[in-house]
């Protein structure tokens, strides 16, 4: 039978309003009446219900998600995600706000974040490339209490509590094989495309790509990335230029967004399904590419357990509470013409597929 707090009261010669404070570290307690308390509980082994002393005291969550103001698919495929898991989770008492920032402006998503703190929030999930300033704005709100956890995109260097997204190295070394074999090891050139090497994700992408390359393929001549910053425009013309000059090209690895302007552009040059194309994540247009024959492979995540496990990571840290690994890990999925998950009526990836 499990310990109650009665048991403890009874264990350290005290009242239940003592156990109560020292629970809920609430003043007024002597040293040596807390550590028997402590000691009463470490005997007893008992465990707290944080949940429920929670619904008891009716204690409430507001979690800021901050994610970029762009068209980019996948970004609004997230924000839906983060949009539906914190409607499940309005029955536990979170509230989750999704809040939008303007991309390629660090100064307004510095301002963004100092003003979190102040509103009453429980903790922030952050989208965002890292650097000099928002560094130091990750460390304004961990200094005032508010935990933050990365998305998609790492930020090891701000000092952030928790990431949550794929490991984004082996995202790149998957990227590689696939490659590498569709290519049949060589030779040829591969051209490679990235949003912003700002960006931890298309940093880790990349070093794990070329590691892949290097060491399995060098029949494979991998070019210098060539930077969009979430441009169609600019994507089509650095595509452009690049395979002009370039006739050696026999694959492409697009590490960020911008599937929709790249398939476009290769349609006018008249190299749809003639190039292997490996891209990241499965928007509504990367599917539709797949099925077409456009893009010859995508790795992705499951953005419902993300934005799941986004709500879960920052309860637990914000209650002060370990994690369960295992269940927080988001996993590299490689999806082909062959393997797309079917769809349901409203469009969504119905629940055998996603299982």
Not at 32 to 44: C, D, F, G, Q, Y
């Amino acid at each position: 039978m499990r310990p109650t707090v009665n048991d403890i009261a009874r264990e350290a010669g005290v009242s239940l309003a003592t156990v109560d404070r020292v629970l809920n570290a609430r003043p007024g307690v002597r040293a040596k009446t807390v550590m028997a308390v402590n000691e009463a509980i470490a005997k007893l082994g008992y465990v707290r219900d944080l949940a429920a002393a929670n619904l008891a005291r009716s204690r409430s969550y507001r979690m800021a998600a901050v994610l970029p103001d762009t068209e980019s698919q996948f970004v609004q495929s997230l924000a839906l995600a983060l949009a539906d898991a914190g409607s499940m989770a309005a029955t536990s008492r979170v509230e989750l706000d999704l809040l939008r920032f303007p991309a390629e402006d660090p100064h307004a998503l510095a301002t963004l974040l100092a003003a979190l703190p102040g509103r009453g929030y429980s903790g922030v999930a952050l989208m965002a490339p890292e650097t000099p300033v928002l560094r130091d704005a990750v460390r304004g709100l961990r200094a005032k209490g508010l935990p933050v956890v990365a998305l998609v995109s790492d930020l090891p260097n701000a000092g952030r509590d928790h990431f949550i997204g794929v490991d984004n190295r082996a995202a790149g070394r998957t990227a590689g094989v696939l490659m590498g074999r569709f290519l049949g090891g060589g030779p040829g050139q591969v051209l490679v495309l990235g949003s912003s090497l700002l960006a931890r994700d298309m940093v880790e992408r990349r070093r794990g790509f070329d590691e892949v390359i290097l060491r399995d393929f060098p029949g494979l001549d991998t070019l210098p990335s060539l930077e969009t910053h979430g441009s169609g425009a600019l994507l089509r013309q650095v595509v452009t230029e690049r395979l002009a000059n370039a006739p050696g090209v026999r694959g492409i690895y697009a590490m960020g967004d911008g599937n929709r302007a790249l398939t476009q552009v290769l349609g006018e040059l008249g190299l749809s399904g003639r190039l292997t194309v490996i891209c990241h994540e499965l928007t509504p247009h990367a599917r539709q590419a797949l099925e077409r024959g456009e893009i010859t492979a995508v790795i992705t995540q499951n953005l419902g357990h993300l934005a799941r496990s986004t709500l879960r990571v920052l309860r637990a840290k914000a209650d002060h509470l370990p994690l369960d690994e295992g269940q927080e890990q988001i996993r590299i999925e490689i999806v082909l013409r062959e393997n797309l998950p079917l769809l349901s009526d409203s469009g969504q990836v119905s629940a055998v597929a996603a299982a």
